[in-house]
Nanobody, 124 residues
């Protein structure tokens, strides 16, 4: 079993920055794909960014490309999402997820483990 706990969500002004963290416990994190997703009120959960086990492949949603950066530290069993130049439309609950696969997926249903989420609110 794998447990994930997100942190770092808060209220931030448009144009600002924040860093989300995902602490992972349980089985070996280094062999898992990690993804960040978000869900705004009344909307479906959507892919934000993913990273493979080695950190060599990191796809992003078009809406965050150039502003957000995903990273992982396998030695610390942790993942991160650096969010720069945030916009009001980035307001959502952000989730980290782990997948028992070598392939990054943008489909939420392909991930095996999820955190509880952390709220990010961007004011204009």
């Amino acid at each position: 079993q794998v447990q994930l706990v997100e942190s770092g969500g808060r209220l931030v002004q448009a144009g600002g920055s924040l860093r989300l963290s995902c602490a992972v416990s349980g089985r070996t994190f280094s062999s898992y794909v990690m993804g960040w997703f978000r869900q705004a009120p009344g909307k479906e959960r959507e892919f934000v960014a993913g990273i493979n086990s080695s950190g060599s492949f990191m796809p992003y949603a078009d809406s965050v490309k150039g502003r957000f950066t995903i990273a992982r530290d396998n030695a610390k069993n942790a993942g991160y999402l650096q969010m720069n130049n945030v916009r009001p439309e980035d307001t959502a609950v952000y989730f980290c997820a782990a997948r028992e696969s070598a392939i990054v997926s943008i489909v939420p249903g392909n991930y095996n483990y999820w955190g509880q989420g952390t709220q990010v609110t961007v004011s204009s």
